[in-house]
């Protein structure tokens, strides 16, 4: 019997920083939310500095270069 194994890997696709939380939204349409109390650098930066992120390895990363902050998606999802 044959089967076929899909690629599962989460892929990030849009990112938002509020006062209170941290929002990835998938490719797949999930969407993670995290306290933002999680991400201490996160938590202190400025709106502009939140704003200013990177897909990092086609969507398995995110990175603040302002804050030197990276998050894996797959780190989140274990969370």
């Known amino acids: 019997m044959?089967?076929?194994e899909i690629d599962r890997h989460p892929?990030?696709?849009?990112?938002s920083v509020t006062e209170a939380t941290l929002e990835v939204e998938l490719a797949?349409?999930?969407?993670?939310?995290?306290?933002?109390?999680?991400f201490?650098?996160?938590e202190?930066?400025?709106e502009e500095q939140r704003k200013d992120?990177?897909?990092?390895g086609n969507g398995q990363g995110?990175?603040?270069p302002q804050l030197d902050e990276?998050?894996?998606v797959l780190g989140l999802l274990s969370a």
């Open 2 to 4: 044959n089967t076929l």
């Open 11 to 15: 892929v990030a696709v849009n990112v």
């Open 28 to 38: 797949d349409g999930r969407k993670i939310s995290a306290p933002i109390v999680w």
């Open 40 to 42: 201490p650098r996160l």
């Open 44 to 46: 202190s930066a400025t």
């Open 53 to 56: 992120w990177q897909l990092l």
């Open 62 to 64: 995110i990175h603040w």
């Open 70 to 72: 990276d998050i894996s």
